[in-house]
């Protein structure tokens, strides 16, 4: 049978399997033969002649390498779009009054009613617990609404306070509050989601199309940088309408898989409605598994760890009743339905491990444990003993810290528990699978950029700064093994994508040059030839190709 399309380009690399380097000196080129959407073929250009028939279609890249689809294991494309699409981005707001300058511009010529909403707040800017009085300061009378970087947080001024009711004296199910001053005054510091939710109720609404519009520029975005799936660990309105309309009036760029959240201290009726959930999508996307938040963040004073921060926070769960949390992990996996469960403290990772290990697998695929901010030496061999992958976003680390421990991550939890922090090295040597994300849009959603932040454990474009946990660096070919080889078993199809081979999903990248043979800085640098997903090339307006039919 002729292939439907043949790729060729320098190489074809597999990062968990190719140990040698690319050809030296002159070689032919090496390619892959593509038919119905799978791989039928790998190896040199003239083992695959006998593939090639009238219509085939042929794609030279003549000093490239072909890789897996790259695959970012958590991110949050809808709400993360949304927010990029109608929001003020703070991220390069340095300093306090850059901050509000970047706001007054925002307002300007705007009603005064009309609400501004930002995110990627940066709390350090605060010299404290930030306030929403110094919103109210410039912005007098204005409704603000400031995502924090880490998502967990808003910080809202006094208009928005009063527009929305808030007290200080609600009570939630989490571990949400509204902070208050000595006087029992809301400061504008909203903490965790159900908190938040009060606030996004009085969000000015996106109409659907405009929604699907900011979803499809930042997938498309994505899909240039090299990606050819995401796992969305959410799937909260409009998720569905948004795929939906974007599948009615084309094709998503990549492919998005959807983990529900189950909401802390949910009950058996939340369960079965996100359990019937499960296989709903279209072509491109789908609902499979199910995320849990068992505690916070540490900026936040909401993450779990064995013993209290600095101020005597970041000891309890998100969920107030963990042992409803313990029945739902195992209501899931009796069902056959994986969980991911976000846990950044050493308590709440000790805790999910224990939960998981009681509950059992799930045949289709393996649990999860999200972020691992920090954790100690015993609880590193577990991950591979219970075949739980360890899915961590280091850009956190690199983008959110600082190597003295000035910054507020540092200074809550201490010196000891910083040196544990995003240990990818120690976790990859005690045998676990340690899949790579990003989180975006709290982290790069550049994978190129968070790929070459693993291996120098610094941001990538600042050559003078210093390293955060500089001993868990990892490799080219084990960073870019997290967003394939290892993204394929976290999702449980080890045997349909995350390697160039007959038989597997094509659904590839094809980059400018082999990045496991380029310096980190190079391979951020390092030009998106074409994706391809499901066996559809889709090229990028540089790209180097030469592409022809056989009866041309």
Not at 215 to 223: C, F, G, K, M
């Amino acid at each position: 049978m002729h292939a439907d399309t043949i790729l060729l380009a320098r190489t074809v690399r597999n990062p968990a399997e190719d140990t040698a380097g690319p050809p030296a000196g002159p070689a032919p080129l090496h390619g892959v033969a593509i038919t119905a959407g799978r791989i039928t073929a790998v190896g040199p250009a003239p083992a695959l002649d006998a593939l090639r028939g009238p219509a085939t279609a042929v794609h030279t890249f003549p000093d490239a390498a072909i890789l897996p689809g790259l695959v970012d294991v958590h991110a949050h494309p809808v709400w993360g779009s949304i927010s990029a699409g109608g929001s003020v981005d703070l991220a390069a707001a340095a300093t306090l009054d850059q901050l509000l300058t970047r706001l007054a511009e925002a307002a300007a010529g705007l009603p005064p009613e009309e609400w501004i909403t930002g995110y990627d707040l940066d709390v350090n800017l605060f010299d404290g617990e930030p306030t929403g009085a110094v919103l109210a300061e410039h912005l007098p009378g204005r409704p603000v609404s400031l995502m924090t970087r880490d998502a967990h947080a808003l910080l809202v001024s006094p208009r928005v306070v009063e527009l929305v009711g808030l007290t200080g004296r609600e009570t939630f199910t989490d571990a949400s509050s509204i902070a208050v001053d000595a006087a029992g005054r809301p400061t504008g510091h909203i903490l965790e989601l159900q908190a938040m939710d009060l606030v996004f109720a009085h969000y000015p609404e996106v109409p659907p199309a405009t929604a699907a519009g900011y979803v499809r520029d930042q997938l498309e975005r994505l899909a240039r940088s090299g990606l050819t799936g995401l796992h969305a660990l959410d799937f909260a309105d409009p998720s569905e309408e948004v795929f939906r309309h974007l599948e009615e009036h084309g094709e998503l760029p990549l492919r998005v898989r959807c983990s529900p959240l189950v909401p802390a201290d949910s009950a058996p009726d939340v369960w079965r409605a996100i359990a019937a959930l499960q296989g709903r999508g279209g072509r491109r996307w789908h609902v499979d598994g199910v995320k849990f938040m068992l505690d916070g963040t540490a900026d936040n004073g909401t993450a779990w760890f064995e013993h209290p921060d600095v101020h005597g926070e970041n000891r309890e769960p998100l969920w107030r009743d963990t042992e409803a949390y313990r029945a739902a992990v195992r209501y899931f996996t009796d069902l056959g339905i994986p969980t991911a469960t976000h846990a950044i403290g050493d308590r709440a990772v000790r805790f999910a491990l224990d939960v998981i290990e009681e509950a059992g697998r799930v045949p289709r695929a393996p649990h999860r444990i999200e972020h691992i901010e920090s954790i100690p030496d015993d609880l590193l061999p577990r991950f591979a003993r219970l075949d739980v992958v360890a899915s961590l976003q280091p850009v956190h680390a690199t983008r959110h810290t600082r190597p003295d421990g000035s910054d507020n991550w540092s200074r809550r939890i201490g010196p000891e528990r910083v040196a544990h922090g995003w240990r990818t090295r120690d976790l990859l040597d005690h045998g676990a699978v340690v899949a790579l994300g990003s989180d975006w849009p709290i982290g790069p959603g550049d994978p190129r950029v968070g790929l070459a932040d693993c291996q120098l454990r610094r941001p990538v474009e600042d050559p003078d700064a210093a390293p955060v946990q500089p001993d868990q660096a990892i490799t080219a070919r084990e960073a870019y093994a997290g967003m394939t080889v290892a993204a394929a078993y976290a999702a449980g199809a080890a045997g349909e994508l995350g390697r160039v081979a007959p038989g597997f999903t094509a659904d590839l990248t094809v980059f400018a040059a082999d990045p496991l043979a380029l310096a980190p800085a190079a391979q951020a640098a390092n030009a998106v030839l074409a994706t391809v997903v499901g066996g559809v090339l889709q090229p990028y307006p540089d790209t180097a190709a030469t592409t022809s039919k056989e009866d041309q």
